[in-house]
């Protein structure tokens, strides 16, 4: 069951434009800070914020502070993730 319940989180987190857009960009750039993702999702930091959480509660991205900044890298295996994602858009066509 527990294993479920985490299942269950990470399917939340990818269920959201904005939160698959976070993880495409970091998978790109394999690291970068708030105040950056929020300019290119084009939200504001609060919201950015609040989907970085979601992202970091499933265990889909790791906050690392560095002095008064925190970077945001992607856990190695959202890569893997991402292709599989992509893979199962490629088989409905």
Do not use: C
């Amino acid at each position: 069951m527990k294993q479920i319940k985490k299942s269950e989180k990470i399917l939340k987190a990818l269920a959201n434009t904005k939160r698959l857009q976070i993880l495409h960009l970091l998978d790109k750039s394999k690291e970068l800070d708030i105040i950056s993702i929020t300019k290119v999702i084009n939200l504001h930091y609060k919201t950015t914020a609040k989907h970085l959480d979601q992202l970091s509660a499933a265990g889909l991205i790791i906050k690392v502070r560095k002095g008064t900044w925190v970077k945001i890298i992607p856990n190695p295996r959202v890569k893997k993730l991402l292709v599989f994602i992509d893979n199962l858009d490629r088989r409905e066509r």
